[in-house]
T-cell receptor, first 116, second 112 residues
Framework: DTGVSQDPRHKITKRGQNVTFRCDPISEHNRLYWYRQTLGQGPEFLTYFQNEAQLEKSRLLSDRFSAERPKGSFSTLEIQRTEQGDSAMYLC??????????????FGQGTRLTVV | GNSVTQMEGPVTLSEEAFLTINCTYTATGYPSLFWYVQYPGEGLQLLLKATKADDKGSNKGFEATYRKETTSFHLEKGSVQVSDSAVYFCAGSNFGNEKLTFGTGTRLTIIP
């Protein structure tokens, strides 16, 4: 397995446009997380899924943001009507929830979004 | 909610110097604690973790001990190498959702 993959790695978009990012987790992992990281800060939690169910959303996730994981495998994060404040690195992580606990989270390399 | 306060950077040390990066946390209950590392051009990687009080996590010569009495999880290494240059993040998570709360990160540069 090649780890967590994110696509694209970089995205430049004009303010007001919609963008969609994709995350492919490690294949057997049932948990998938999205985080956002701005320059000089640590990653901030956005949302997470267990299989296809979205179990929690942060208050950071405004109505313009939507995340899906339709078949419990890959996930998409869409931002509608982008704003300059959306410029950040968007990170995806996955882990495996077992009866005995959760394995460590493995992170992708992120998608860097620049809104101009 | 949980919060993690991490020593501000950047930190520059000479090779073979002793390293300490401070981290303290506030949380409801007893979170699991982690140190993640981000090498240039790479994604976040788990460096070490501790899941309960007095646990010591260790990896690649780095250590951190979960101190409940001081709510701390300081990262230490006895002799740093140039290859340790990276950004280090302290993080915590609660049982159940395991979402991570990160500190702001500390950029470490080791000079030969």
């Amino acid at each position: 397995d090649t780890g967590v993959s994110q696509d694209p790695r970089h995205k430049i978009t004009k303010r007001g446009q919609n963008v969609t990012f994709r995350c492919d987790p490690i294949s057997e992992h049932n948990r998938l997380y999205w985080y956002r990281q701005t320059l000089g800060q640590g990653p901030e939690f956005l949302t997470y899924f267990q299989n296809e169910a979205q179990l929690e959303k942060s208050r950071l996730l405004s109505d313009r943001f939507s995340a899906e994981r339709p078949k419990g495998s890959f996930s998409t994060l869409e931002i509608q009507r982008t704003e300059q404040g959306d410029s950040a690195m968007y990170l995806c992580a996955s882990s495996l929830m077992l009866g005995t606990g959760v394995t460590e989270a493995f992170f992708g390399q992120g998608t860097r979004l620049t809104v101009v | 909610g949980n919060s993690v306060t991490q020593m501000e950077g950047p930190v520059t040390l000479s090779e073979e110097a002793f390293l300490t990066i401070n981290c303290t946390y506030t949380a409801t209950g007893y979170p699991s604690l982690f140190w993640y590392v981000q090498y240039p051009g790479e994604g976040l990687q788990l460096l070490l973790k501790a899941t309960k009080a007095d646990d010591k996590g260790s990896n690649k010569g780095f250590e951190a001990t979960y101190r409940k009495e001081t709510t701390s999880f300081h990262l230490e290494k006895g002799s740093v190498q140039v290859s340790d240059s990276a950004v280090y993040f302290c993080a915590g998570s609660n049982f159940g959702n395991e979402k991570l709360t990160f500190g702001t990160g500390t950029r470490l540069t080791i000079i030969p």
